[in-house]
């Protein structure tokens, strides 16, 4: 009996010993600034306009237990604001065209940047990078990650930098390496036609289709060009500089957006990083407890069968503790719940003070409020209906 009763405490104390090392995590930050890299400066015609469409927020992709740290409200805001963000380190880096935030594909560009935030709780930020071309070419899809330090919350760095500004430069940085690696001056002259081209054929398909085929890898391919002087393809070219301009000024929504969010949103996730320290320490401390008081809850009635009558009051006293130490594991889970509601109370605060504005157009005032998509459809509508009484609905 004591061979066995010996053999189970081992082996109570080994189980104890490797639930402990489990439940004890080690999170690396980062230190190490990455600069935006600039390349020399192209000829303008070899110049790719690159277009950032609105992030998917990721909150279809949460597991509960992330359902319960993340605000819908919050995560909204951010696939708005992280785009924004992107865009503006892509067009400070001098190495492309026009960069412009997109609510949808439906404005041609030559390039297409598309993202999914996993993480984002103001200590570490997770976003799934994808990134094509407008002849449908994948360029290559990438998961970035950055944790950071309570440091980057400090006024002097606030001013300077978004404290997740080193994950957006690397993605500048990568992008720039792939297109000078696998793009020829050719490829990129290509790319910029499709592009035109397909705006064309959006107005005007029974016109333009012929100069396009898809082949059987799904990549676009120039079939052949119409005349540079064709009437046609000059009305396209100036319906393309309207949109151009509309889409710059759906820009200006955005940076309004960008800079109305900042400030509250720093705050938020200043609050959110220590609360998500806090969380996470917490519920480390209550799994701690829970484990602790299992084992010796189990350890105690494995004694309890001892025919020792000292052993078995041990017995009695290490289920007591034990029960007790659950009960403190159920209380430490009680306080997580508190920092969780606090979170998602920021959350509805925020998604108040970022509500968008109105912005003035040549012809018409219009409000961009979470229908920029909307918007723009009936944008595009009102330039179809342009050409077609330009051209005579020919």
Aim: aromatic share 8%; net charge negative.
């Amino acid at each position: 009996m004591s061979m066995n009763l010996s053999s189970l405490r081992m082996s109570v104390l080994a189980l104890l010993s490797v639930l402990l090392l489990a439940c004890s995590t080690t999170t690396v930050k980062s230190t190490q600034y990455v600069q935006v890299v600039q390349d020399t400066a192209p000829p303008e015609d070899l110049l790719l306009d690159v277009g950032v469409t609105v992030f998917d927020p990721g909150i279809d992709e949460l597991d509960r237990d992330e359902e319960e740290r993340v605000s819908p409200a919050i995560r909204n805001a951010e696939a708005r604001y992280a785009p924004f963000l992107l865009a503006e380190t892509l067009q400070r880096s001098g190495n492309w065209g026009a960069v412009r935030v997109l609510p949808n594909e439906t404005s041609t560009m030559d390039v297409y940047i598309h993202g999914q935030i996993l993480q984002s709780d103001g200590e570490g930020m997770r976003i799934h990078i994808s990134v094509r071309d407008s002849t449908g070419a994948i360029w290559y899809t990438k998961e970035y990650e950055e944790h950071i330090s309570e440091f980057a919350y400090e006024a002097s760095q606030r001013q300077a930098n978004d404290p997740f500004q080193v994950i957006y430069n690397t993605i500048a940085n990568d992008l720039l390496a792939w297109r000078k690696a696998n793009l020829t001056e050719q490829r990129i002259g290509t790319i910029r036609t499709v592009s035109e081209l397909q705006f064309a054929r959006n107005f005007a398909p029974e016109l333009f289709e012929q100069y396009l085929s898809v082949n059987n890898r799904g990549i676009t391919e120039v079939v052949r060009l119409p005349a540079d002087n064709d009437p046609s393809l000059q009305r396209i070219r100036e319906i393309r500089q309207r949109d151009n301009l509309f889409v710059d000024t759906v820009q200006d929504y955005y940076a309004n957006y960008a800079r109305q969010m900042r400030v509250p949103y720093d705050s938020w996730r200043e609050q959110s990083y220590q609360a998500t320290m806090t969380l996470d320490q917490v519920e480390a401390s209550a799994r701690r407890r829970f484990i602790a008081g299992t084992v010796a809850i189990v350890g105690g009635i494995a004694a309890a069968t001892s025919s020792n009558a000292a052993v078995q009051t041990g017995a009695l006293v290490g289920v007591g503790a034990g029960a007790y130490m659950i009960k403190s594991g159920f209380d430490k889970s009680a306080e997580a719940e508190i920092h969780i509601a606090a979170l998602q109370e920021l959350g509805e605060s925020l998604e108040q003070e970022v509500a968008p504005r109105m912005i003035d157009l040549d012809d018409r005032t219009i409000m961009l409020n979470g229908t920029v998509e909307e918007q723009y459809k009936q944008w595009r509508d009102i330039l179809v209906e342009m050409y077609q009484a330009e051209t005579g609905g020919i």
